[in-house]
């Protein structure tokens, strides 16, 4: 198979979809790979590094796109590269698309094969193609809010790990699995006083084990979200319903409510955002204020670490990856149950319901199986 790593073009991003160490596993297994130039400059993979491993070198992405039987990417095509996609081909990248009708509707007309990494699943019910930006995320969170609560930052001045004879300041995670499970390491680790917020009793025991009685552990509900968000200086959105759109957590009027200076960084926004407030932000511009309360909505929260990202999500990837080139996609998936769950779009269809439920009555779409769309389409 001939697989296509064009250059990311979103926002300060600089990412990429292969290593030069997981090109070299896909030529070994007789594949060919060709990789824009200058894909991975930004993170130290040069060109030459790529051509060492087996990859040959393509001057544009537009190269890539018509050429190339699989793209590997990590962030969701932008319409351009979208409008480059056709039948027979198949896309592999991140691709949230419940809050996205353009991309939805751009990726069903290309009739190519669109597989997500945030719906591909394992045994334990968990998103292994997720998880790994979902940790840097949680930790990136940390990192950004006490950033943003320095004075000159617009935020309130407060140290979250404060000092002797100053209280700490108190961090609110709203969900607690992988991304709020890693914000809440690096929060306690910077001396913070730390709240999780989840519905899921069996998850608050497992947390309160976890960090051995060195967090405070709530059941979620609208007077418990009130009530902690009024009280914090950091509140992190970190709430997932896998391929769906987030939740709206915290209301127009309740954000109001919060101490003046305090930051919401949402996780979420890459699902639509869990605030009510919540609007995709960039690197170049990562904040704005509503109500005194600082947001930071950065849709690619990862690609500002986007060496370690980049490896860690090659470590999740290549796996799946390779089944696709050895296999040929349909084959792949059908053999298995959870790369098949990555599948959201196959040739015209959208395969994943979260995607319809979300978007089905705004872009007159239909839901299909995905087994009996790679069978009978």
């Known amino acids: 198979m001939l697989v296509g790593v064009p250059k990311e073009i979103k926002n300060h991003e600089y990412r990429v979809g292969l290593t030069p160490s997981a090109v070299k596993e896909f030529v070994a297994n007789g594949h060919q790979v060709v990789v824009e130039n200058a894909a991975g400059a930004g993170i130290g993979f040069s ?16 190269t890539i796109f018509e050429t190339a039987e699989m793209i590997v990417k990590v962030k969701e095509p932008q319409p351009n590269e979208c409008k480059m996609l056709r039948e027979g081909q198949t896309l592999y990248t991140y691709l949230h698309l419940a809050p996205d009708p353009l991309q ?3 990726l069903v007309k290309s009739g190519a094969t669109c597989i997500a990494y945030e719906t591909v699943t394992d045994n334990f019910g968990a998103l292994p193609l997720l998880a790994p930006m979902s940790e840097v ?37 709203i969900g607690g699995g992988v991304v709020g ?8 680790g910077l001396g913070a006083e730390v709240t999780i917020l989840d519905r899921s009793l069996p998850r608050l025991r497992q947390l309160d084990d976890i960090f051995g009685g060195r967090i405070k552990t709530v059941y979620s ?44 960084v949402d996780v979420a926004i890459d699902q639509g955002g869990c605030f009510e407030t919540s609007k995709a932000t960039t690197h170049q ?11 930071y909505c950065v849709a690619n929260m990862p690609g500002g670490v986007a060496r370690t990202s980049t490896l860690a999500l090659n470590n999740a990837t290549l796996p799946f990856g390779l089944a696709l080139a050895n296999k040929g996609p349909v084959q792949a998936m ?6 098949l769950n990555g599948l959201n779009v196959h040739k015209g269809k959208v395969t994943y319901k979260a995607v319809t439920d979300a978007l089905g009555s705004e872009l007159n779409l239909e839901y299909m199986d995905a087994s009996d769309a790679l069978t009978s389409l």
């Open 285 to 295: 511009d990562p904040v704005y204020i509503i109500d005194d309360v600082v947001h």
């Open 104 to 106: 939805t509707e751009l």
């Open 181 to 188: 499970t890693n914000a809440a390491k690096m929060a306690i």
């Open 221 to 264: 509900t609208v007077d418990a979200l009130e009530n902690y968000s009024s009280q914090a200086d950091l509140v992190v959105g970190a709430v997932l319903i896998p391929g769906a759109a987030a939740p709206k957590l915290l209301n127009r009027k309740q954000i109001a409510a919060m101490k003046p200076g305090s930051v919401l």
């Open 137 to 173: 995320a949680g930790r990136m969170a940390i990192q950004a809010g006490a950033h943003y609560l320095q004075k000159a930052h617009s935020g309130s001045g407060t140290l979250l790990g404060g000092v002797p004879g100053v209280e700490p300041g108190k961090v609110l995670i």
């Open 47 to 62: 060109n030459e590094m790529y051509e060492q491993a087996g990859a040959t070198i393509a001057p544009s992405a537009q």
């Open 334 to 339: 059908l053999d298995d149950p959870h790369l």
